[in-house]
């Protein structure tokens, strides 16, 4: 492994020196497949792939979008994202999950492995079903990501990028599932789950279908002033070498992406950066509040989003997350033990947006741990009609949410909240 770490930022010229040598170790290359986090992730992906695009000059080389089930980046976020400009030999793809003919399936993992890691909670087969190009004619592959507290993955980055990032729709399902089924307070901030299992193997077919040698660069990085800071990068090859620069990447992730808090808070503003576009990917403003004890018994967690006008871009996603409403674990599977007809994925999201919550089947009363609002461009009925509460967005006000029990969190959804009794 090839690394540079600093907690209080990496200089360029240093980290540039880092990444050429990482570049310059590579075997050379006709042809190279880059997948990188897309337009919702933070990084610092746009000092990397100029460099990589310096490294294989004249070869040609496609850079695919690992958005799992987001909508498809546009050109100007491609050249946002990367720093470079598409041309006669740079290609910029995005990943389609539910268009079966960009997909192949490669294999399975096996029912009874599923059921071991989940103590009995999933029992099914998990078809890993990726990306086709990821078996294409190259001779080089190479995995950007970034590694921050995950609700499904304890964290993100590494072997990530494969699954879910370039998965098909059941293997995205199962996968999300699984971790549901066990809760984000059991998983978010920690390096070994249930979610990183399957992503480990599943990863593990992958990589022996692979053609190509793959490496990995996973970054670590901070915000100051909306700039983005490097404070850690981390190269290795192959399977093995993904899993040492996540658990390296998770380690530095868990020193600078956690705050700490002194007692339980009551009332919460997330307000959601603009790169959070859908209540889909601003539900992180409630999973990174639900470590126990972060939240008063019955607080309000407000998501404060004008910019956020819809659910889900995607007209079926939005469809699934509105015939089932935002509700707790046991409500949304009692839901789904009626016959009501949503994919995995979409009622994973509602669960965890929702939180901790008990529900009663006979006399169908919920009662939830806290409060979410929605404070964004959604009109009040459809917010209700999804079963969340409804706040004007232009009735926020900052100077109200400060003192005891109150906190106003800028770039909302970014860091994972915990207790400071619990800080080792």
Known sequence: MKFIEDLQGIKKDKLEDL??????????????????????????????????????????????????????????????????????????????????????????????????????????????????????????????????????????????????????????????????????????????????????????????????????FNMINTEDDEETVPIGLYTDKGYEGFISAYNRAAKASSAVHVKYIEEPLSKVVQAIPANYDEIWLAGKGSYKLQKPGVLARGAEVIIYAPHIKNFHSDPLIEADLLTLGYHSR?????????????????????????????FDPVYKKEDLAFKVILATSIPEDKCRKAGLSYRDPSAIKRAEFEGPGKLWIEEGGKYLYDIKRRKQ
């Open 19 to 216: 990444i050429f040598e990482s570049l310059k170790s590579l075997p050379p290359a006709k042809k190279v497949l880059i997948l990188f986090p897309d337009y919702t992730r933070t990084d610092f992906s746009h000092v990397i792939a100029p460099l990589v695009v310096e490294r294989f000059e004249d070869n040609h080389i496609d850079f695919l979008n690992a958005g799992g089930t987001h909508r498809h980046m546009t050109e100007d976020e491609f050249i946002e994202k990367l720093g470079i400009r598409s041309s006669q030999n740079i290609s910029f793809l995005n990943h389609s999950f539910s268009d079966p003919g960009s997909l192949v399936t490669i294999g399975k993992i096996k029912r009874e492995i599923i059921v071991a890691k989940t103590k009995g909670m999933l029992n099914c087969d998990i078809d890993i079903t990726v990306n086709r190009l990821l078996f294409s004619d190259y001779d080089l592959l190479i995995a950007l990501s970034g590694t921050v507290p995950h609700e499904a993955a304890g964290y993100s980055g590494g072997l990530k990028i494969f699954l879910p990032g370039v998965s098909g729709p059941k293997a995205i399902d199962a996968f999300h599932w699984a971790a549901v089924l066990v809760g984000i307070p059991d998983i978010i901030g920690t390096v070994e789950n249930i979610g990183r299992d399957i992503i480990n193997t599943g990863a593990e077919i992958i990589f022996k279908k692979l053609k190509c040698p793959a490496y990995s």
């Open 330 to 358: 046991d409500h949304v599977c009692s839901l789904l033990e009626e016959g009501a007809e949503v994919s995995k994925n979409a009622a994973s999201h509602l669960i965890n947006v929702c939180g901790p919550g008990s």
